[in-house]
């Protein structure tokens, strides 16, 4: 009976053996996990037996039952499980009903039941359940091709890449023996009927894109002299699989001592890593188009390896409808940006929604392209909205990162002092990292390299986290990154000549690390379509003069003289995962009496006209008077209100409007002479707060003055195009109002 291997419905199957009270033989059953939207350790309980799957429904259904379904799967236990189909209606038959387990079966069979094919129920109550992702040491990694009792026996652990000697320094480690841990022991493959599309998968569970060949007769050579220990399987992949688990199992081989595989030799593998994780340029993964304009991009992801996928089209950005998404397409992004295969396939807008319009729909690849623009695809969107942002999980090589840093004397994991492992005297010793000028992007990458996601702060004196006392001295300094590298290593810092006048211990850097972040994003169209110049008199402008929203050219200024304003509205919204809320408690909140508000921030957003050579011709700050839930999304409610003292924020989902017509919501241009300019607004602009993306948190127009009208054009967040269009359209806004 062959089994169904479903990359689009990414199923978790296992082989048992069990009996049923009702038959006097063994009974062969298999599990897996299926479903809408889920991970590979979640999803609907679905049971293989008698030549269909079908479904259990969730009558009596419990954590015992539960515990079974998941440890059947190799998993070492459950977390929950679910009624009612929440993965989605399963089909055929619902094979089991009115389940009672002890908790202590060996297969979800054993349990008591009304016996299979006997129930009432409809699709509607498909049980559901959640796994640990953790798997039990020695469960069968490698998933067989038919019910022969004899395949039952194999029991792989783990596999690896074995380097030689000379090549185990290398980071990461590209080539070597491929072995698996059957048993508790490490065993070789025969390489007899193995090909390049088994190599192709190793690499890519690897977090490598391709393949290349070696020296074979150095490998057969070295093999000669070492004990070998074969596996008792050939494997067969079609290339395709995102890990060596999805692969079907091959013949039997027959271990015959020392005559085993005597016709070939134990299997290597040599991979190309991605150009970003190579020892040098020339030696990484060339993508099939020029690095320096990409045509696929990640945004939003906690890690390494992952984000929303952004393709661009006609020189913008755009995102990827989730209709059809798939491991196969998401594999193909990943190869393309030079990581391996696919762990995860994300839709429903996991990684934060993108901004712009929807480029692809419904994409279909084989999985061999070489870019994902070479897969089919529906362009037309029509009924995707970012809700449906696709995104990705990739496979990424093993560099060992997390060894040379760590977080000291915090109260879980995500926090505490930052450590870092430096070679002083010849020996390799912990120590701190200087916090002079230590800021959110150097904790970003301190937290991207140890894996825990994004930073919610960065501290410049650790004296409530008591570190080990042996790692007090500065052993790193001058640290300064862009908040894109991935290690600190990476960032610029003062190398061997430590400078650091307040010492560590107490003043040390240190971090706190989160897996969501909110993402602001500016509506740079509302802007367009808003702006628009005002003459107003002095007398009018008392509170945003003391707010210092004027030019300094307004303090000697006649109450009875005029300025002119260049006025728009701003729609600021929250795309990431997390609620965007102001660093400072309600108790630092500070009170400015002429508007009778309070700020939370003291600069939410930069106002800026730029002449065209980047120097600023007339600027303006806004303070983030009032943070609020001004509307939401359908279906999210508003959290956030600044009435009576309330809670200040901005909701995921939902977006802040300050409008034109309130104060301090223009730049002071009354100074500024006739010509061409750049109008600049950037939230968040001392990265206060963190963000998930800070490349979106700038917004640039066009800007032409003639002295009495302002056009403003081409107005784009950063990061949405290829680059800057120069393109004049003609008059969009240009009215004069007086007051």
């Not at 596996?231 to 091959?250: D, I, P, Q, R, Y």
């Not at 110049?533 to 303090?555: F, G, I, K, V």
């Not at 309070?598 to 806004?622: C, I, P, R």
């Not at 300050?658 to 300019?677: E, F």
Request: include cysteine.
């Amino acid at each position: 009976m062959a089994m169904l291997h479903c990359s689009l419905l990414a199923v978790v199957v296992v082989l048992a053996v069990s009996s049923v009270k009702s038959d006097p033989g063994p009974v062969q059953i298999q599990l897996r996990l299926a479903g809408e939207k889920r991970k590979h350790y979640e999803g609907r309980v679905e049971v293989y037996y008698n030549n269909e799957w079908g479904t259990v429904c969730d009558d009596d259904f419990d954590m015992s039952a539960a515990h079974v379904v998941c440890r059947e799967l190799g998993y070492v236990g459950a977390v929950s499980w679910s009624p009612s189909a929440k993965y989605g209606k399963g089909e055929g038959r619902i094979w089991l009903d009115n389940v009672h387990c002890t908790g202590r079966e060996t297969s979800l069979a054993n349990c008591l039941s009304n016996g299979f094919g006997v129930s009432d129920c409809k699709h509607s109550e498909d049980v559901s359940v959640v796994c640990t992702q953790k798997r039990i040491p020695g469960f069968q990694f490698i998933s067989t091709s038919s019910n022969d009792v004899e395949t039952l026996d194999a029991r792989v652990e783990d596999v690896r890449i074995r380097a030689t000697y000379s090549q185990r320094k290398r980071v990461p480690i590209t080539e070597g023996f491929v072995e698996l841990k059957d048993a508790g022991k490490w065993r070789q493959i025969c390489d007899e009927d193995w090909n390049m599309m088994n190599s192709r998968v190793v690499c890519g569970m690897y977090g490598f894109p391709g393949v290349k060949g070696f020296n074979t007769r150095a490998y057969k050579l070295l093999s000669q002299r070492r004990k070998k220990n074969y596996w008792g399987f050939s494997v067969n992949c079609t290339g395709n699989e995102a890990h060596l688990s999805s692969c079907k199992m091959g013949k039997v081989l027959k271990l015959v001592g020392n005559s085993t595989c005597v016709r070939g030799m134990p299997v290597v593998v040599s991979c190309i890593p991605g150009r970003a994780f190579a020892p040098t340029q020339s030696a990484g993964f060339r993508k099939a188009y020029r690095p320096e304009q990409p045509l696929v991009r990640l945004r939003g992801g906690a890690n390494i390896g992952e984000g929303r996928v952004e393709v661009l089209k006609n020189g913008v950005w755009g995102t990827v409808c989730d209709d059809n998404w798939d491991l196969k397409a998401a594999t193909v992004v990943c190869r393309e940006l030079g990581f391996g295969t696919a762990k995860e396939a994300l839709t429903g807008g996991r990684m934060g929604q993108g901004m712009g319009p929807v480029h692809m729909n419904e994409v279909e690849c084989s999985g061999f392209e070489k870019s994902l623009t070479e897969c089919f695809f529906n362009k037309d969107s029509l009924g995707c909205s970012h809700e449906e942002d696709a995104a990705v999980r990739c496979h990424v090589p093993a560099m060992g990162f997390h060894n040379r840093l760590r977080l000291s004397g915090g109260r879980n994991p995500s926090e505490g002092r930052v450590e870092v492992l430096a070679e002083r005297n010849g020996s390799l010793v912990w120590g701190t990292v200087c916090s002079e000028s230590w800021g959110i992007m150097e904790a970003m990458v301190v937290c991207r390299q140890l894996g825990l996601g994004f930073a919610n702060n960065a501290f410049q004196d650790t004296w409530y986290w008591p570190g080990d006392v042996s790692a007090d001295r500065v052993v790193m300094s001058g640290v300064r990154c862009s908040g894109t590298e991935m290690s600190l290593a990476q960032c610029l810092h003062h190398g061997k000549h430590i400078s650091c006048p307040k010492g560590g211990g107490r003043f040390a850097a240190g971090v706190s690390c989160t897996q969501t972040a909110p993402d602001l994003v500016l509506n740079a169209e509302v802007v367009e379509h808003t702006t628009y110049l005002e003459d107003r008199p002095m007398y009018a402008l008392q509170c945003a003069h003391e707010e210092n929203c004027l030019s300094s050219t307004a303090n000697p200024a006649d109450q009875g003289s005029y300025r002119r304003l260049l006025r728009f509205s701003s729609q600021i919204h929250n795309n990431g995962l997390s609620d965007f809320r102001p660093r400072a408690g309600r108790q630092s909140w500070i009170w400015h009496e002429c508007h009778r508000h309070y700020h939370s921030m003291e600069v939410f957003t930069h106002y800026d006209l730029l002449s065209l050579n980047g120097t600023k011709v007339a600027e303006g700050h806004k303070a983030s008077f009032c943070l609020e839930d001004t509307q939401c999304d359908e279906g999210i409610e508003k959290r956030y209100a600044c009435a009576n003292f309330g809670q200040q924020g901005i909701t995921v989902g939902c977006w802040d409007t300050y409008r034109h017509d309130i104060d301090c919501q223009w730049i002071d241009i009354t100074d500024v002479k006739p010509g061409d300019y750049v109008f600049q607004v950037v939230i968040n602009p001392n990265y206060e707060v963190a963000e998930s993306d800070y490349t979106n948190n700038i917004m640039k127009c066009k800007c032409r003055y003639d002295g009495h009208r302002i056009w403003t054009y081409n107005c784009h967040i950063g990061g949405s195009r290829s680059s800057d269009l120069d393109d004049f359209p003609g008059i969009l806004t240009n009215q004069l109002q007086r007051r």
